[in-house]
C-alpha cells in the first residue's frame, strides 16, 4: 500500500508540474512579473495548410515569448546568472556593459547586419517618392536618426564586443548621401561630442535620458532654423536643471533586477508657451497606437507646423520639440514611419520629420523584406 501511495504521489507531482504552468496561463493564480519590452509580444500564428513549413517555428517563437510566468523565472534566472557567474551575457539577451551599463544584445547584432545594396536602393526609392509628394504641396521631409545606446555608448561595451566594422545606419547615411538630395541627419557624431563625460543614455533603460533628449532636439531646433530664422532654441541656460532617482527601467523590468537610474529634470525657467491640446481628429488606423496622436500648439503665427512620425525616443524629449513649432502633430505608428498622405492631406503644414532610431531604418522597406533585418 506504501508504494502504491509513493508511486502515485510521485507521478502525481510530476504531472502537476508538467501541467501547472498551462493551468497558471488557464486561470491565472499566480501573477507574472510585469514586462514593459519596447516590442509587441509574438502573436500567435494562424494555421494555414499552404505555410506547414513555417508553422511550427512561429508557433514555437509564440509559446517562447508567452508562456506563463516567464518573466518570473527569467528574473531569477537573471539573479542566479548575476551573482554566480558574472556573465557578459544576460538571459541570451542583454550584453553587461562596463559602469553597469546594460545594452540590448538584439540591437547589438541588428547594428552590424547592413543592407543589401538591392535593399538600399529600393529605401531610396520609397523615400524620394514620398519626399516627391511632399514637395508638390510645399511640404519639406525631414529625417533625423537617433543613435541607439550601443552607438551612443560604445565605450562602454566589453572590449570583445567591440568591431571595426561600419553599422547599418553608417552604410545607410552614406548611400543616400551619395546617391540622393534627401535631407538625412545622423545624430550619432554631434551626441557623442556633446555628452563629453556625461550619461546621455539611461544604464537600466534602452532611451537616453533628458540630456541626451535636450541635445536631440538641440540639433533638430537648429536645422529648422535654417528655413525658419525665427524658432529660438533654448539652452541649458534656459533651465534648471536637478536629477532624482527613476527606478526600474524597460531592461531593469524585462530583467526582473531592481536598479535605478539618475534621472535629470529640466524646469524652464521661463514658462513655456506651448500647450498640449487633444488632437483636432481621431485618425482611425490599425498602424498608430490608439495613444500615439498628440498635438501641442503655441500661439504665433510666424512659427513653423510640422506633422512628427516618431517612436519611443520622443517620449523624452517631447516637451523640448514642441517649443519649435507653431502647431506640431506627433505620432507614433508602430514602428512602421509610414508616409501618412491622409493625415498630412488633413493639415496645413511645414514640415514632415521623421524622428527615429537607427535599430529601425529597415522599417522602410516593405514588410516581407524587413522581416529578414529585425533578427
Not at 557623442?192 to 533638430?220: E, M, Q
Not at 491640446?277 to 500648439?297: A, C
Amino acid at each position: 500500500m506504501n508504494k502504491n501511495i509513493k508511486f502515485i504521489l510521485i507521478n502525481s507531482s510530476f504531472l502537476l508540474i508538467i501541467f501547472a504552468f498551462y493551468i497558471n496561463q488557464i486561470f491565472s493564480i499566480v501573477q507574472d512579473k510585469e514586462s514593459i519590452e519596447n516590442r509587441s509580444k509574438i502573436e500567435k500564428p494562424e494555421f494555414d495548410i499552404n505555410r506547414l513549413d513555417y508553422f511550427p517555428s512561429e508557433f514555437e517563437n509564440y509559446y517562447t515569448d508567452n508562456f506563463s510566468l516567464r518573466n518570473t523565472f527569467l528574473s531569477k534566472f537573471n539573479e542566479f546568472n548575476k551573482n554566480v557567474f558574472n556573465n557578459h551575457i544576460i538571459s541570451g539577451r542583454y550584453i553587461r556593459g562596463r559602469d553597469g551599463y546594460i545594452f540590448p544584445l538584439i540591437r547589438y547584432k541588428q547594428l552590424y547586419k547592413t543592407f543589401e545594396e538591392a535593399h538600399l536602393a529600393v529605401i531610396k526609392n520609397e523615400l524620394e517618392y514620398r519626399d516627391s509628394v511632399f514637395k508638390s504641396e510645399n511640404i519639406k521631409m525631414m529625417i533625423f536618426v537617433i543613435p541607439t545606446k550601443i552607438s551612443a555608448c560604445y565605450e562602454k561595451l566589453p572590449v570583445f564586443f567591440k568591431v571595426n566594422k561600419q553599422s547599418r545606419s553608417e552604410q545607410f547615411n552614406e548611400y543616400l548621401n551619395k546617391n540622393s538630395d534627401l535631407e538625412i541627419y545622423l545624430l550619432n557624431d554631434f551626441l557623442n561630442v556633446k555628452k563629453d563625460s556625461t550619461d546621455i543614455f539611461f544604464k537600466f533603460d534602452t532611451h537616453w535620458n533628458k540630456l541626451g533628449a535636450y541635445w536631440a532636439y538641440y540639433f533638430v531646433s537648429e536645422k529648422i532654423r535654417n528655413y525658419f530664422p525665427q524658432v529660438e532654441t533654448l539652452n541649458l541656460s534656459d533651465f534648471i536643471i536637478t536629477d532624482t532617482l527613476r527606478p526600474n527601467g524597460d531592461i531593469a523590468k524585462n530583467l526582473g533586477l531592481d536598479l535605478v537610474d539618475i534621472q535629470l529634470v529640466f524646469t524652464p525657467v521661463n514658462k513655456s508657451a506651448a500647450k498640449t491640446i487633444p488632437s483636432k481628429k481621431k485618425y482611425k488606423s490599425s498602424e498608430i497606437f490608439s495613444w500615439g496622436l498628440k498635438t501641442s500648439v503655441i500661439d504665433n503665427k510666424n512659427l513653423p507646423t510640422a506633422l512628427i512620425i516618431r517612436d519611443s525616443y520622443v517620449q523624452h524629449n517631447f516637451e523640448f520639440l514642441i517649443n519649435i513649432f507653431g502647431e506640431s502633430l506627433f505620432v507614433w505608428d508602430k514602428w512602421k514611419y509610414k508616409p501618412h498622405y491622409d493625415i498630412v492631406a488633413d493639415l496645413d503644414t511645414d514640415f514632415v520629420i521623421y524622428l527615429m532610431s537607427e535599430g529601425n531604418l529597415h522599417r522602410f522597406l516593405p514588410d516581407d523584406i524587413s522581416k529578414q533585418y529585425d533578427k
